[in-house]
């Protein structure tokens, strides 16, 4: 009762700063500016704040603050356009999206999944902002309940999501996922800064590589490069079939799956550190077990996106916890929001939700209504944006690959950004061609620093309370949170591995020959290889040990894969090729061929700097793959280059210099 | 309300921030930063003391810079903030857009030559140097158990989330073994907030933050009887004595404590080692770096916003509540406090290794 006494008024004042015409008006500014940013994959809150920061000096707190959660609230809503539309996962919070929701779109209902997402996104802020409204005052103790071990249970748990996503061969998945794990470590390790798979000589290398990379690399240049060869839309028939009134629909008959999902976002968003990027692949995971028919995940069920998109914005209401409660960061966009909170002269920490309840409270409202104004804006939207499925893809592939380029250069600013997304992508064309789960891969990257790190400090932990009582260290890695996560985990996985093969297979499995799938085979081991030994080779155990186990147990798995395809005849699944027929064999262009295209416009990149490069690209792209003619050529050419520049110009960006910049000074955008 | 309050005042600093740069801007015509973005790279998450200090730097001194450009701290963590110093060490940037904020982390694993540092101090342009204190506390259950000297801790097992053994927190590491504590250190957390986090679940029962962060986020658990404050490390004086913390007055110093407490030394080559690496690791602990390639009219601009910064009427008001009562440091100052920060003695040094060795098994060849 007490604690509705203390509410009630200081939401009421909250309320009330919330709802005048002059806040509503900078959120609804903050929520455009948003919108706008989080389209494009790879730009996300630092692009967007340092967007609306030079006009915050001046402001009113109450204003910038409007403005502020305005943009930050609708950037995990707007990267749903890029998973839905073209395969890309914009963000982690939107990874799981990519599943359902891309093949949603080929075959023709991108506006039912994205008018479904949107739903979902808006249902689940609304729902996690009302969670919050009285679990923050109580959610300290329970915060505090997750340590090391429970977090590194959850990590766990979202590892577990591999078994359901392995796909056709269980094995299969588990060495991709165990493939991510080790590219996940490469670098200098987080424990001792011991180098891994990497050399100061090639200073890139040693932060590893950035998951705006990997994503794009491993999701968005395998599919961009498959439709691009087949020449028509991504709708495969070329027209819009379901549109956004039946995504609503949708999401009302899958009303509980969205509360069910919701509450799984707000529950992993509030506790600090795990950075909120296993809650879409929980949910994913918790959506194909308790649903009946498993038989559409992965070829478009509207179910995948529902599931993923409720707990996301969900989860930022609940990564608010960990914020205003520790001044901790409960994700990405919370630690960006944390600095717009200090410049404002804010300091978020146990004091704000005790002594500055109504301000909490207004942060936490006016976070859930930019969530209904963006998902709401953005459901009116996706009909028109949905018939970019519907336009030649060739036309629409150039300018992809200008946004991922630049995209992926945001992430180091340097020519390695486009030379490592590149050679990822190569990985990831080969991952969809012989049938390894490209999920699986990306779940282990994702997941590998938080499962490293929990890992040695829980056993550290362990083992000092160990050597005080036997009784003590069982109570510390025993807990009951560990044990209800465990349970939820090995049912995951017996259930996962029991129908996984019903789940992500696309088609009929096409084979031809053995020789391909081993050679790839074969290239995978030889790489774990190598880093199982570079690993070995470090002297420190804290930075060794986690590459040596993940690195045995992958190597075990790829044993026995090599015997399987060594015993079996050449039209097991476990030789798939996606070349040898199907879809992508009796494709009109060569998979070379158009991949050569990408690599043409990094190579001309790293020669004279992006900006000529773009414009001799675009011009040879669509005169000669495109084929259409000089003046249509020259329009689209002018329109991306103004574009790419207008966008840089706004964000106060650079674009990758080459060779010749080296040599001579040129003027921004040249430069 | 509270809230409203704030708003005032918030307001009023806001106002009083553009006024002034409005008139530091007219002097200054060499370097322009209009309509860029600085980064403010700090190697640390995003929760502990050095992202506190950052964050308060950080709007002051977009209002301060030429141009105001808009400034971002961006959080590089990792290997306890060597991984981000080595990365710094890569940036080739002329036009002042990276800016780098070391800590005693970051400098003691410099001094004590270990392998993974990639990074020389003397290719860095310091622009400011900021003394900062450090206070331990303890469970309100241990604090019970200790009255001004530490010889009824010794029976305890005490566990602590620590950034490594070659970093700032060896200053802790140190003070504890010469107390004669029995701490058990669980390196790799990233970042000193990690680690008041694992204090705050149990998983932790000692800990110590440095100035900006325990005003912020200790003092609240105190004040809620969570944490009693144990011991600071001290303050030192114009004559190199240790003395109280001018910050926190009332707490006594790692000094007091261990002439209280049977067995600890306040003379001997162990408290010589422990007071040099504290010198060099808390009255200049905080630096703001431009890097080598940074060019001499981006470096003045950045002195000079330092200097107006420091300069401003409130900025007394404003930084004690955030940083504490420490000295601040631009120009030649700034350049001898980045001397003291980066050198010891060798016997030092020498103590140091051997104890890292022996009791950590850290080699550091």
Redesign the interface.
């Given at each position: 009762m007490e604690l509705v006494a203390t509410a009630l008024p200081a939401l009421g004042?909250a309320l009330s700063l919330i709802f005048q015409p002059a806040q509503l008006g900078f959120l609804l500014i903050g929520v455009l500016l948003g919108l706008s940013v989080g389209v494009f994959p790879g730009l996300g809150g630092?692009a967007g704040?340092?967007l609306v920061?030079?006009f915050m000096?001046?402001?009113?707190?109450?204003s910038g603050l409007a403005l502020m959660v305005g943009l930050i609230a609708v950037v995990p809503t707007s990267d749903t356009f890029a998973s839905v539309l073209l395969g890309i996962p914009g963000s982690t919070a939107s990874q799981a999206t990519v599943l359902d929701g891309f093949p949603l779109a080929r075959k023709g209902e991108a506006a039912r999944a994205l008018s479904a997402a949107f739903v979902s996104s808006l249902f689940g802020g609304l729902l996690g902002a009302s969670v919050l409204t009285f679990f923050i005052l109580i959610a300290r103790p329970l915060v505090?309940?997750?340590?090391?071990p429970e977090m590194l249970m959850i990590t766990l748990l979202g590892l577990s999501m591999v078994a359901v996503l392995a796909g056709r061969i269980a094995l299969k998945g588990i060495v991709a996922a165990g493939l991510g794990l080790m590219v996940g470590t490469v670098g200098?390790?987080?424990?001792?800064?011991?180098l891994r798979m990497s050399t100061?000589d090639v200073?890139y290398l040693?932060?590893g590589f950035s998951l705006v990379i990997v994503g794009l690399g491993i999701f968005a240049i395998p599919e961009i490069v498959a439709l691009l060869r087949q020449d028509r839309a991504i709708s495969r028939t070329g027209g819009l079939g379901k549109g956004w009134l039946h995504g609503l629909k949708d999401w009302l008959s899958n009303f509980w799956l969205s509360v069910r999902c919701s509450l799984i976002g707000v529950t992993v968003g509030v506790i600090?550190?795990l950075g909120g990027s296993v809650v879409d692949w929980i949910a994913y995971g918790a959506t194909v077990q308790t649903s009946k028919d498993k038989s559409q995940f992965g070829k478009g069920d509207i179910r995948g996106v529902i599931g993923p998109e409720s707990s996301n914005n969900a989860k930022e209401g609940g990564g608010l916890v960990p914020t205003l409660i520790?001044?901790?960061?409960g994700s990405g966009s919370m630690?960006?929001f944390?600095?717009g909170l200090?410049?404002?002269?804010?300091?978020a920490?146990?004091?704000m939700v005790?002594?500055?309840l109504?301000?909490t409270y207004?942060i936490v409202w006016s976070l859930a209504l930019a969530n209904v104004i963006g998902a709401g804006l953005c459901i009116v939207l996706s009909g028109q944006i949905a018939k970019l499925t519907t336009i030649r893809f060739t036309l629409v592939a150039p300018f992809l690959f200008m946004v991922i380029a630049f995209a992926a250069f945001q992430s180091r600013q340097s020519l390695g950004d486009l030379v490592s997304l590149m050679a990822i992508g190569v990985i990831g064309i080969f991952l969809r061609r012989f049938d390894w789960s490209r999920p699986a891969f990306l779940i282990g990257f994702v997941l590998s620093h938080q499962a490293e790190?929990f890992s040695?400090?829980a056993n550290?932990?362990a083992g000092?309370?160990f050597?005080?009582s036997f009784e003590a260290g069982i109570q510390?890695i025993a807990s009951p949170i560990v044990l209800i996560i465990l349970t939820l985990t090995v049912l995951s996985v017996v259930i996962g591995i029991r129908q996984s093969k019903h789940i992500l297979g696309n088609g009929h499995p096409v084979h031809g020959g053995k020789k391909a799938p081993i050679v790839f085979l074969l290239c995978v081991t030889g790489y774990l290889l190598a880093a199982f030994f570079n690993a070995a080779s470090i002297?420190l155990v804290?930075d060794k040990i986690f590459p040596l186990t993940i690195g045995a147990v992958s190597l075990a798995g790829c044993l026995a894969l090599l015997v399987r395809m060594m015993l079996s005849p050449e039209t097991d699944p476990v030789f798939t090729d996606y070349e040898r027929g199907g879809e992508d064999g009796q494709a009109p262009h060569g998979l070379w061929a158009t991949l050569a295209w990408f690599g043409f416009l990094l190579l001309l990149s790293a020669l004279f700097g992006f900006i000529i490069a773009l414009t001799v690209f675009f011009l040879a792209f669509l005169r000669i793959r495109a084929a259409v003619s000089w003046l249509t050529t020259f329009i689209l050419t002018t329109a991306a280059i103004a574009f790419i520049c207008l966008l840089g110009g706004l964000l106060?960006r650079d674009f990758p210099p080459g060779l010749l910049q080296s040599y001579v000074n040129l003027p921004w955008p040249l430069t | 309300m509270s809230f409203t309050n704030a708003l005032g005042r918030g307001l009023a600093a806001l106002l009083a921030g553009v006024s002034l740069a409005g008139i530091s801007t007219s002097s200054q015509a060499e370097a322009d930063f209009s309509g860029k973005t600085v980064e403010f790279v700090i190697p640390f998450a995003e929760s502990g003391g050095s992202a506190r200090w950052a964050n308060f730097f950080a709007p002051l001194l977009s209002e301060a810079l030429p141009g105001k450009p808009t400034v971002v701290v961006r959080y590089r963590p990792g290997a306890g903030s060597t991984k981000g110093a080595n990365w710094f060490q890569r940036q080739t940037t002329d036009d002042g857009t990276v800016i780098f904020g070391s800590s005693g982390s970051t400098q003691f694993p410099y001094l004590l030559n270990d392998p993974r540092v990639k990074y020389e101090y003397n290719d860095w342009q310091v622009v400011l140097a900021s003394g900062v204190g450090g206070v331990a506390y303890l469970p309100p259950d241990i604090a019970r158990k200790f009255d001004g000297d530490a010889n009824d801790l010794k029976d305890i097992e005490f566990i602590w989330g620590s950034q490594g053994a070659t970093r700032l927190d060896l200053v802790a590491n140190l003070a504890w073994k010469m107390l004669g504590m029995n701490v058990q250190p669980v390196f790799g957390v990233e970042g000193r907030g990690a680690g008041r986090l694992m204090f705050e679940r149990g998983e932790a029962n000692i800990d110590y933050q440095t100035s900006p962060a325990y005003l912020k986020s200790v003092v609240p658990m105190v004040e809620a009887g969570r944490a009693v404050p144990m011991m600071t490390w001290g303050g030192l004086d114009e004559d190199g004595n240790i003395v109280r913390d001018p910050t926190f007055p009332d707490i006594p110093t790692f000094k007091e404590v261990c002439e209280a407490t049977e067995g600890c030394e306040t003379s001997g080559t162990a408290w010589e080692a422990w007071k040099a690496f504290f010198i060099a690791g808390f009255p200049a602990q905080k630096m703001v770096f431009l890097p080598q390639t940074a060019s001499e009219d981006v470096v003045a601009a950045y002195e000079k916003a330092f200097k107006d910064i420091i300069a401003r009427p409130d900025f007394k008001e404003i930084s004690s509540v955030t940083l504490g009562v420490y000295p601040q440091m631009t120009g030649t100052a700034a350049d001898k406090a980045k001397k003291l920060a980066t050198n010891v003695p060798a016997e030092a040094k020498t103590y140091v290794v051997d104890w890292l060795e022996t009791d950590y098994g850290v080699s550091l060849k």
């Amino acid at each position: 009762m007490e604690l509705v006494a203390t509410a009630l008024p200081a939401l009421g004042e909250a309320l009330s700063l919330i709802f005048q015409p002059a806040q509503l008006g900078f959120l609804l500014i903050g929520v455009l500016l948003g919108l706008s940013v989080g389209v494009f994959p790879g730009l996300g809150g630092i692009a967007g704040l340092s967007l609306v920061l030079p006009f915050m000096f001046g402001m009113d707190p109450v204003s910038g603050l409007a403005l502020m959660v305005g943009l930050i609230a609708v950037v995990p809503t707007s990267d749903t356009f890029a998973s839905v539309l073209l395969g890309i996962p914009g963000s982690t919070a939107s990874q799981a999206t990519v599943l359902d929701g891309f093949p949603l779109a080929r075959k023709g209902e991108a506006a039912r999944a994205l008018s479904a997402a949107f739903v979902s996104s808006l249902f689940g802020g609304l729902l996690g902002a009302s969670v919050l409204t009285f679990f923050i005052l109580i959610a300290r103790p329970l915060v505090l309940a997750f340590g090391l071990p429970e977090m590194l249970m959850i990590t766990l748990l979202g590892l577990s999501m591999v078994a359901v996503l392995a796909g056709r061969i269980a094995l299969k998945g588990i060495v991709a996922a165990g493939l991510g794990l080790m590219v996940g470590t490469v670098g200098e390790a987080g424990a001792g800064g011991s180098l891994r798979m990497s050399t100061y000589d090639v200073p890139y290398l040693i932060d590893g590589f950035s998951l705006v990379i990997v994503g794009l690399g491993i999701f968005a240049i395998p599919e961009i490069v498959a439709l691009l060869r087949q020449d028509r839309a991504i709708s495969r028939t070329g027209g819009l079939g379901k549109g956004w009134l039946h995504g609503l629909k949708d999401w009302l008959s899958n009303f509980w799956l969205s509360v069910r999902c919701s509450l799984i976002g707000v529950t992993v968003g509030v506790i600090p550190g795990l950075g909120g990027s296993v809650v879409d692949w929980i949910a994913y995971g918790a959506t194909v077990q308790t649903s009946k028919d498993k038989s559409q995940f992965g070829k478009g069920d509207i179910r995948g996106v529902i599931g993923p998109e409720s707990s996301n914005n969900a989860k930022e209401g609940g990564g608010l916890v960990p914020t205003l409660i520790f001044g901790i960061p409960g994700s990405g966009s919370m630690a960006v929001f944390l600095g717009g909170l200090a410049l404002l002269g804010y300091d978020a920490g146990p004091h704000m939700v005790r002594y500055e309840l109504d301000l909490t409270y207004t942060i936490v409202w006016s976070l859930a209504l930019a969530n209904v104004i963006g998902a709401g804006l953005c459901i009116v939207l996706s009909g028109q944006i949905a018939k970019l499925t519907t336009i030649r893809f060739t036309l629409v592939a150039p300018f992809l690959f200008m946004v991922i380029a630049f995209a992926a250069f945001q992430s180091r600013q340097s020519l390695g950004d486009l030379v490592s997304l590149m050679a990822i992508g190569v990985i990831g064309i080969f991952l969809r061609r012989f049938d390894w789960s490209r999920p699986a891969f990306l779940i282990g990257f994702v997941l590998s620093h938080q499962a490293e790190n929990f890992s040695n400090m829980a056993n550290q932990i362990a083992g000092a309370k160990f050597r005080q009582s036997f009784e003590a260290g069982i109570q510390y890695i025993a807990s009951p949170i560990v044990l209800i996560i465990l349970t939820l985990t090995v049912l995951s996985v017996v259930i996962g591995i029991r129908q996984s093969k019903h789940i992500l297979g696309n088609g009929h499995p096409v084979h031809g020959g053995k020789k391909a799938p081993i050679v790839f085979l074969l290239c995978v081991t030889g790489y774990l290889l190598a880093a199982f030994f570079n690993a070995a080779s470090i002297s420190l155990v804290s930075d060794k040990i986690f590459p040596l186990t993940i690195g045995a147990v992958s190597l075990a798995g790829c044993l026995a894969l090599l015997v399987r395809m060594m015993l079996s005849p050449e039209t097991d699944p476990v030789f798939t090729d996606y070349e040898r027929g199907g879809e992508d064999g009796q494709a009109p262009h060569g998979l070379w061929a158009t991949l050569a295209w990408f690599g043409f416009l990094l190579l001309l990149s790293a020669l004279f700097g992006f900006i000529i490069a773009l414009t001799v690209f675009f011009l040879a792209f669509l005169r000669i793959r495109a084929a259409v003619s000089w003046l249509t050529t020259f329009i689209l050419t002018t329109a991306a280059i103004a574009f790419i520049c207008l966008l840089g110009g706004l964000l106060g960006r650079d674009f990758p210099p080459g060779l010749l910049q080296s040599y001579v000074n040129l003027p921004w955008p040249l430069t | 309300m509270s809230f409203t309050n704030a708003l005032g005042r918030g307001l009023a600093a806001l106002l009083a921030g553009v006024s002034l740069a409005g008139i530091s801007t007219s002097s200054q015509a060499e370097a322009d930063f209009s309509g860029k973005t600085v980064e403010f790279v700090i190697p640390f998450a995003e929760s502990g003391g050095s992202a506190r200090w950052a964050n308060f730097f950080a709007p002051l001194l977009s209002e301060a810079l030429p141009g105001k450009p808009t400034v971002v701290v961006r959080y590089r963590p990792g290997a306890g903030s060597t991984k981000g110093a080595n990365w710094f060490q890569r940036q080739t940037t002329d036009d002042g857009t990276v800016i780098f904020g070391s800590s005693g982390s970051t400098q003691f694993p410099y001094l004590l030559n270990d392998p993974r540092v990639k990074y020389e101090y003397n290719d860095w342009q310091v622009v400011l140097a900021s003394g900062v204190g450090g206070v331990a506390y303890l469970p309100p259950d241990i604090a019970r158990k200790f009255d001004g000297d530490a010889n009824d801790l010794k029976d305890i097992e005490f566990i602590w989330g620590s950034q490594g053994a070659t970093r700032l927190d060896l200053v802790a590491n140190l003070a504890w073994k010469m107390l004669g504590m029995n701490v058990q250190p669980v390196f790799g957390v990233e970042g000193r907030g990690a680690g008041r986090l694992m204090f705050e679940r149990g998983e932790a029962n000692i800990d110590y933050q440095t100035s900006p962060a325990y005003l912020k986020s200790v003092v609240p658990m105190v004040e809620a009887g969570r944490a009693v404050p144990m011991m600071t490390w001290g303050g030192l004086d114009e004559d190199g004595n240790i003395v109280r913390d001018p910050t926190f007055p009332d707490i006594p110093t790692f000094k007091e404590v261990c002439e209280a407490t049977e067995g600890c030394e306040t003379s001997g080559t162990a408290w010589e080692a422990w007071k040099a690496f504290f010198i060099a690791g808390f009255p200049a602990q905080k630096m703001v770096f431009l890097p080598q390639t940074a060019s001499e009219d981006v470096v003045a601009a950045y002195e000079k916003a330092f200097k107006d910064i420091i300069a401003r009427p409130d900025f007394k008001e404003i930084s004690s509540v955030t940083l504490g009562v420490y000295p601040q440091m631009t120009g030649t100052a700034a350049d001898k406090a980045k001397k003291l920060a980066t050198n010891v003695p060798a016997e030092a040094k020498t103590y140091v290794v051997d104890w890292l060795e022996t009791d950590y098994g850290v080699s550091l060849k």
